[in-house]
T-cell receptor, first 112, second 113 residues
Framework: SQQGEEDPQALSIQEGENATMNCSYK?????LQWYRQNSGRGLVHLIL?????REKHSGRLRVTLDTSKKSSSLLITASRAADTASYFC????????????FGKGTLLTVNP | DAGVTQSPTHLIKTRGQHVTLRCSPI?????VSWYQQVLGQGPQFIFQ???????GRGNFPDRFSARQFPNYSSELNVNALLLGDSALYLC????????????FGSGTQLSVL
């Protein structure tokens, strides 16, 4: 089953603009992670935010988490063509300590 | 250090056949997880192994099985292949069993004809 649902499904922006992707989930979690996937190959871990955190930064990435709304957002500032990829949120659905449940992803295209 | 390596990168099989996919985790990582990713969807959890023991299994039929070896490498086996098994199979490793940061391989693209 897919826990996280990303919104929008696809996003196209110009280089230098900011990109915001949203993720909603259904059950309680201990943490939420964001991953990037280039061209349908392996995923790369970007950032993890715990359920007791509201905001986290890493370089040009900013993640927020609202556990009352069961939602998270990923902001990429000053986007670059190299940021073109699919972005997935992943949760430890129900506090599972052995699996991650991924959403369907947002396809981000950054035009030069 | 080498990342997670998977073999083969591509595979074409026919319905009813059997397939074995292989994964070598990052050195020092004791946990290996397998995910299936169908085109246009997010990865779906199949198995996690930690210290050679199965810690969890996703909602997949018994045709799917896996194991982890003493050197922490892993195999995913799929019997009696169906057309719907066509997907990208991803292996991920982590230092421990908690899954707070997974390192993924580039995957095996399986096509079932």
């Amino acid at each position: 089953s897919q826990q996280g649902e990303e919104d929008p499904q696809a996003l196209s922006i110009q280089e230098g603009e900011n990109a915001t992707m949203n993720c909603s989930y259904k059950t309680s979690i201990n943490n939420l992670q964001w991953y990037r996937q280039n061209s349908g190959r392996g995923l790369v871990h970007l950032i993890l935010i715990r359920s007791n955190e509201r905001e986290k930064h890493s370089g040009r990435l900013r993640v927020t988490l609202d556990t009352s709304k069961k939602s998270s957002s990923l902001l990429i500032t000053a986007s670059r063509a190299a940021d073109t990829a699919s972005y997935f949120c992943a949760t430890d659905e129900g506090g599972s300590n052995y699996k991650l449940t991924f959403g369907k992803g947002t396809l981000l295209t950054v035009n030069p | 250090d080498a990342g997670v390596t998977q073999s083969p990168t591509h595979l074409i099989k026919t319905r009813g056949q059997h397939v074995t996919l292989r994964c070598s985790p990052i050195s020092g990582h004791k946990s290996v997880s397998w995910y299936q990713q169908v085109l246009g969807q997010g990865p779906q959890f199949i198995f996690q192994y930690y210290e050679k023991e199965e810690r969890g299994r996703g909602n997949f039929p018994d045709r799917f099985s896996a194991r982890q070896f003493p050197n922490y490498s892993s195999e995913l086996n799929v019997n009696a292949l169906l057309l719907g098994d066509s997907a990208l199979y991803l292996c991920a490793s982590s230092k421990d069993s908690i899954n707070e940061k997974l390192f993924f391989g580039s995957g095996t693209q399986l096509s079932v004809l």
